[in-house]
């Protein structure tokens, strides 16, 4: 199981959205896409932006880098 939720990653990514504003993600294969390709960064060689990444998959470094707002999702038009 994934923890933190989709739910509480979509609530991240999209906390500094003013109200009114379209959300940056609103589906799960968004938020899917997004730590896949962080996920295959990292496989390739970046160094990971949070700490006590050592021991853990990609995946599961990204999602935490999603989580602490040390990467962010951009709209297609950014």
Same mark, same amino acid.
């Given at each position: 199981?994934?923890?933190p939720s ?10 500094e959205v ?15 896409? +997004?730590?896949?390709?962080? +996920?295959?960064?990292?496989? +390739? ?7 006590n990444y ?7 470094? +990204? ?16």
């Open positions: 199981m994934l923890h989709y739910t509480d990653l979509m609530k991240v990514v999209n906390s003013d109200e009114g504003e379209e959300p940056v993600v609103s589906s799960r294969y968004s938020i899917v896409m +997004a730590t896949s390709k962080r +996920a295959r960064q990292i496989i +390739a060689g970046d160094v990971p932006l949070v700490e050592r021991g853990k998959k990609p995946l599961s470094v +990204a999602v935490d880098e999603l989580n602490q707002t040390q990467i962010k999702i951009l709209c297609e038009e950014e």
